[in-house]
């Protein structure tokens, strides 16, 4: 596993430090026609490995300066309060040399090697823990259920659990997860969701691409996953590449990405059937909503009565939890396969009104995946306390499906601050 990445956090430009500065690129960006508030923003720069940078922006006629963090070819940040559509803001991206001492912000996104997995924080609030280690089912159920690869607990930013693992009526539900149900490999039926039929499973696995990552803007961890058929010998049909990164977010949401990378494991190609449910992005809710106490709404206006195989660019899932309400805003990436994805949303008088909501993109077409490409299926999740109207949802998703104009002009010969 990798060593944490940490982003030095330091006051440099503004506040009697010891270290110069030189601007290596001016950054424009526009709205668009789009409101912004508190945008995150990826752009690809080449930025120096082991460097520290910041953004310097003039707000009310003073110079505020911001954290950046780099990672992959590319530099982050979170725009500071609300960007009007058709406005734009400039920013100075200067590179800081010599000793840097006193951190811009203290809170940083964390991670923590604990339960067989990792626990992934906003300052001292944990945001979610993956269970990479294979798990146990409960005392009594068929061992077919031992499996890792999941997220459990998710939690609100005041700490609320919003998933539920190994219910009575569906012990193979596990958090936040997404296998296949129904595929096709060498010609035999695979399922990689239904454990109890001893077909297929997945598991977390060591691999050079693993990583962890903590940082003043974003932190998480990639995680290799084989989806395994299991025989004799068990073989891997299809990889997956699942990576999480949490947001250093300024408000009161949790902000954070599920992106999943699938590739086929072999020179055999694997058919993703069309199936009524499984895969895309699935969560089982917490253990205390039920049909009088939680709701769904998609992007469509639809409520648990109507949800169940509509088309949606996002739905919420909330209600009363222990010590109040809460919940979790789900947005589908517009360039996912089969977008807008359909949903398998449990109506009201299942399992009790228990919930289970999922984008299942093959519910209504199948998806051939063939040896040599790549398959990317990316969703934002906000979690949150109280209550998230239909307008908020539309924001976020706006914000994330149409992300602003980003001009990067690198300064060919550095400017020297001081």
């Not at 430009?13 to 601007?23: N, T, Y």
């Not at 982050?76 to 734009?88: S, Y």
């Not at 200067?94 to 964390?110: E, F």
């Not at 974003?218 to 990164?245: C, S, W, Y």
Request: aromatic letters at 10%.
């Amino acid at each position: 596993m990798a060593k944490p990445c940490y982003v030095l956090c330091c006051m440099a430009l503004l506040l009697g430090h010891r270290a110069s500065a030189q601007v290596v690129a001016h950054i424009t960006v526009k709205a668009g026609a789009v409101n912004r508030h508190q945008t995150i923003i990826q752009v690809p720069f080449d930025a120096e490995p082991g460097k520290v940078y910041r953004l310097v922006s003039e707000e009310s006629g003073k110079k505020v300066e911001q954290n950046v963090q780099q990672e992959d070819g590319q530099i982050a940040w979170q725009l500071r309060g609300d960007l009007p559509a058709g406005t734009e803001r400039t920013f100075d991206l200067v590179l800081l040399k010599g000793k840097v001492d006193v951190p811009l912000n203290k809170r940083q996104i964390t991670y923590k090697e604990e339960d067989g997995g990792y626990t992934i924080s906003r300052g001292e609030h944990p945001v979610l823990h993956y269970r990479a280690a294979i798990m146990e089912p409960p005392a009594g159920a068929d061992t077919a259920f031992r499996r890792g690869g999941f997220i459990h607990p998710a939690f609100t930013p005041q700490g609320k659990s919003l998933t539920n693992i190994h219910p009575k009526d569906h012990f193979h539900h596990l958090g936040i997860w997404s296998p296949w149900t129904d595929t096709e490999f060498e010609g035999k039926t695979v399922d990689f969701w239904n454990l109890k039929k001893r077909s297929g499973t997945v598991r977390p696995v060591s691999s050079p691409q693993n990583s962890l990552t903590a940082g003043n803007v974003f932190g998480g961890f990639r995680q290799m996953q084989d989806h395994i058929v299991i025989g004799n010998p068990d073989r891997t049909a299809m990889t997956e590449l699942l990576e999480i990164k949490v947001y250093n977010t300024a408000d009161d949401h949790f902000v954070w990405d599920y992106n999943s990378t699938l590739q086929c494991a072999s020179a055999a190609p694997i058919t993703l059937n069309e199936y009524r449910y499984g895969g895309g992005f699935a969560i089982r809710g917490a253990e205390e909503w039920n049909n009088a106490n939680s709701k769904v709404l998609t992007s469509e206006g639809k409520d648990r009565k109507q949800a169940d195989g509509s088309l949606a660019r996002w739905f919420i899932v909330q209600g009363a939890l222990k010590a109040g309400n809460g919940g979790l805003l789900v947005l589908s990436c517009p360039q996912n396969f089969n977008s807008p994805q359909p949903l398998r949303v449990w109506p009201e008088n299942d399992q009790g009104g228990q919930v289970f909501a999922n984008f299942s993109p093959t519910k209504n077409k199948p998806w051939p995946l063939v040896p040599g490409q790549s398959y990317a299926q990316r969703y934002r999740i906000v979690t949150f306390d109280g209550e998230l109207t239909a307008a908020q949802a539309e924001a976020y998703w706006n914000d994330y499906a149409f992300p602003p104009e980003v001009t990067v002009v690198p300064v060919s010969r550095p400017v020297s601050r001081r």
